[in-house]
Structures are given as structure tokens and as C-alpha cells.
């Protein structure tokens, strides 16, 4: 099977709209049993389209290798006009549930990429998120929104980080800001040590499992969702 490459025809096509920037959004960390989910966004300067070319090597982030991934991350933050990462907490994951929670991570990298950019009021901004449903808008109507100087207007699409440039490149920066964090919370902490995070990044690998079936959940862990039966857990 011939593998789909990422194109900005799609940011093209949102620039010829009159976006002044296209911005691609994509989440990492949603189906981790512990730890932050985030959503990374890259900014496109829609003036700059006609002459920019797709990073060599960039693909859907879960078709990458961690090292491939840490090698072209750099690069990435380069070649985009900006770019931003945002974090709902498992205690926001479990308290919101996760959808509203994607929805306040997206805006907070949102804020902070636009309020680095100096995109004020009256900026034409498009996004294209990654998937079927809209989590961005809904959340931006609620209490727990950040400020946001410009809410772009949302399109989705499916499979959007094999298709599109700029969500592609979201994925593999979101995807290597969470993985360091999931490496760095248990190296700070022996508490966390038999979760082994450093190599399932809080998702339910065969030993993850069975930390929590012997240990219980730790302080990090989203005890809303259905965690394997264990003891009292850890702080």
C-alpha cells in the first residue's frame, strides 16, 4: 500500500478563502491512562504558501519513529510561522471529561501561539483539526476558556495529520513535548518508577497495567477511567 503523504493543498485552499494564517491542530496523549493530554498547533502564514515546501520526512506522527520524531523536531519549529503546545491536567481530564478537556488544551495553545504572534482582533485565522468533531469551538463558549484573541474558524478532518502539512507537524511537536514529559515525571519521582512511563508514556502497556493492579493509581493517573482493579494507590 503506497503510503499519503502530507500537502498543504488544504491550507491553500483555506488561504484562498481569505485565512491571513492557516492553523493546524492535532492531540496527542487522548487514550493514555495517565499523565496530560495536549494539543500541538503550527501556524502558516498564508503570503508565504506559494513558495513553501513540505518538511522532508513528515507523515502521520504515529508512522514515525521517536527517533525520527526527535530528529526533525527542530526543523519543525523552524519551518513553521509559529507554533504552541496545550495541556488539560488528568485532574482536568477527570473533572471535564476528555473532550472538554482537548477543547480547553487546543485553546490554550491557541492563546498562547496567537498572544507570541501578536494575532490581535480583526486577524483572519483559519484551523484545520485533526478528526471528525469540532471539541475547539464548543469549549471557547465555556467558563473554563482562556483568553483567546481570535477564535479561528474550525474545520475538521479526518486523518487530517496524513494529510495535511501543518497538522502533521502539530502531531510530531505535540508528540515529542508530551513524550519528555512522561520521561522527566518519572525521573523526578521513584514513586512513579514501576509505572514505567519512560517507555509507554502513561499508556496501557502490559507492565503499566500491572503497576496498577499491584500499586493502585498514582497522582497522575485519571482514576475516571476504568483502571485495572488494584490496591489503595500512591500519592
Given at each position: 500500500?503506497?503510503?499519503?503523504?502530507?500537502?498543504?493543498?488544504?491550507?491553500?485552499?483555506?488561504?484562498?478563502?481569505?485565512?491571513?494564517?492557516?492553523?493546524?491542530?492535532?492531540?496527542?496523549?487522548?487514550?493514555?491512562?495517565?499523565?496530560?493530554?495536549?494539543?500541538?498547533?503550527?501556524?502558516?502564514?498564508?503570503?508565504?504558501?506559494?513558495?513553501?515546501?513540505?518538511?522532508?520526512?513528515?507523515?502521520?506522527s504515529k508512522m514515525?519513529?521517536?527517533?525520527?520524531?526527535?530528529?526533525?523536531?527542530?526543523?519543525?519549529?523552524?519551518?513553521?510561522a509559529g507554533w504552541?503546545?496545550?495541556?488539560?491536567?488528568?485532574?482536568?481530564?477527570?473533572?471535564?471529561?476528555?473532550?472538554?478537556?482537548?477543547?480547553?488544551?487546543?485553546?490554550r495553545a491557541l492563546?498562547?501561539?496567537?498572544?507570541?504572534?501578536?494575532?490581535?482582533?480583526?486577524?483572519?485565522?483559519?484551523?484545520?483539526?485533526?478528526?471528525?468533531?469540532?471539541?475547539?469551538?464548543?469549549?471557547?463558549?465555556?467558563?473554563?476558556?482562556?483568553?483567546?484573541?481570535?477564535?479561528?474558524?474550525?474545520?475538521?478532518?479526518?486523518?487530517?495529520?496524513?494529510?495535511?502539512?501543518?497538522?502533521?507537524?502539530?502531531?510530531?511537536?505535540?508528540?515529542?513535548?508530551?513524550?519528555?514529559?512522561?520521561?522527566?515525571?518519572?525521573?523526578?519521582?521513584?514513586?512513579?518508577?514501576?509505572?514505567?512511563?519512560?517507555?509507554?508514556?502513561?499508556?496501557?502497556?502490559?507492565?503499566?497495567?500491572?503497576?496498577?493492579?499491584?500499586?493502585?493509581?498514582?497522582?497522575?493517573?485519571?482514576?475516571?477511567?476504568?483502571?485495572?482493579?488494584?490496591?489503595?494507590?500512591?500519592?
Amino acid at each position: 500500500m503506497r503510503r499519503i503523504l502530507p500537502t498543504l493543498a488544504t491550507e491553500a485552499a483555506l488561504a484562498g478563502q481569505g485565512a491571513e494564517y492557516v492553523l493546524g491542530l492535532d492531540e496527542v496523549g487522548r487514550g493514555a491512562l495517565a499523565g496530560p493530554a495536549m494539543v500541538g498547533v503550527v501556524a502558516v502564514r498564508s503570503a508565504d504558501l506559494p513558495n513553501l515546501k513540505v518538511p522532508d520526512g513528515v507523515a502521520d506522527s504515529k508512522m514515525l519513529t521517536p527517533a525520527r520524531r526527535l530528529a526533525m523536531y527542530r526543523d519543525l519549529e523552524d519551518w513553521a510561522a509559529g507554533w504552541a503546545v496545550g495541556s488539560c491536567s488528568n485532574h482536568e481530564i477527570d473533572q471535564w471529561g476528555i473532550v472538554h478537556a482537548l477543547g480547553i488544551a487546543a485553546l490554550r495553545a491557541l492563546a498562547e501561539l496567537e498572544q507570541g504572534m501578536d494575532l490581535g482582533p480583526g486577524r483572519r485565522l483559519a484551523a484545520i483539526l485533526d478528526g471528525p468533531n469540532d471539541y475547539i469551538t464548543p469549549a471557547a463558549d465555556s467558563f473554563d476558556a482562556p483568553d483567546l484573541p481570535v477564535l479561528p474558524k474550525v474545520s475538521t478532518q479526518v486523518k487530517g495529520d496524513a494529510h495535511c502539512a501543518s497538522v502533521a507537524c502539530a502531531a510530531v511537536i505535540a508528540k515529542v513535548t508530551r513524550d519528555r514529559l512522561m520521561v522527566r515525571l518519572v525521573a523526578s519521582d521513584p514513586a512513579l518508577a514501576p509505572y514505567q512511563w519512560e517507555h509507554n508514556k502513561g499508556y496501557g502497556s502490559p507492565a503499566h497495567l500491572e503497576a496498577i493492579r499491584r500499586l493502585g493509581p498514582s497522582r497522575l493517573h485519571r482514576v475516571s477511567w476504568h483502571l485495572p482493579s488494584s490496591g489503595p494507590g500512591r500519592g
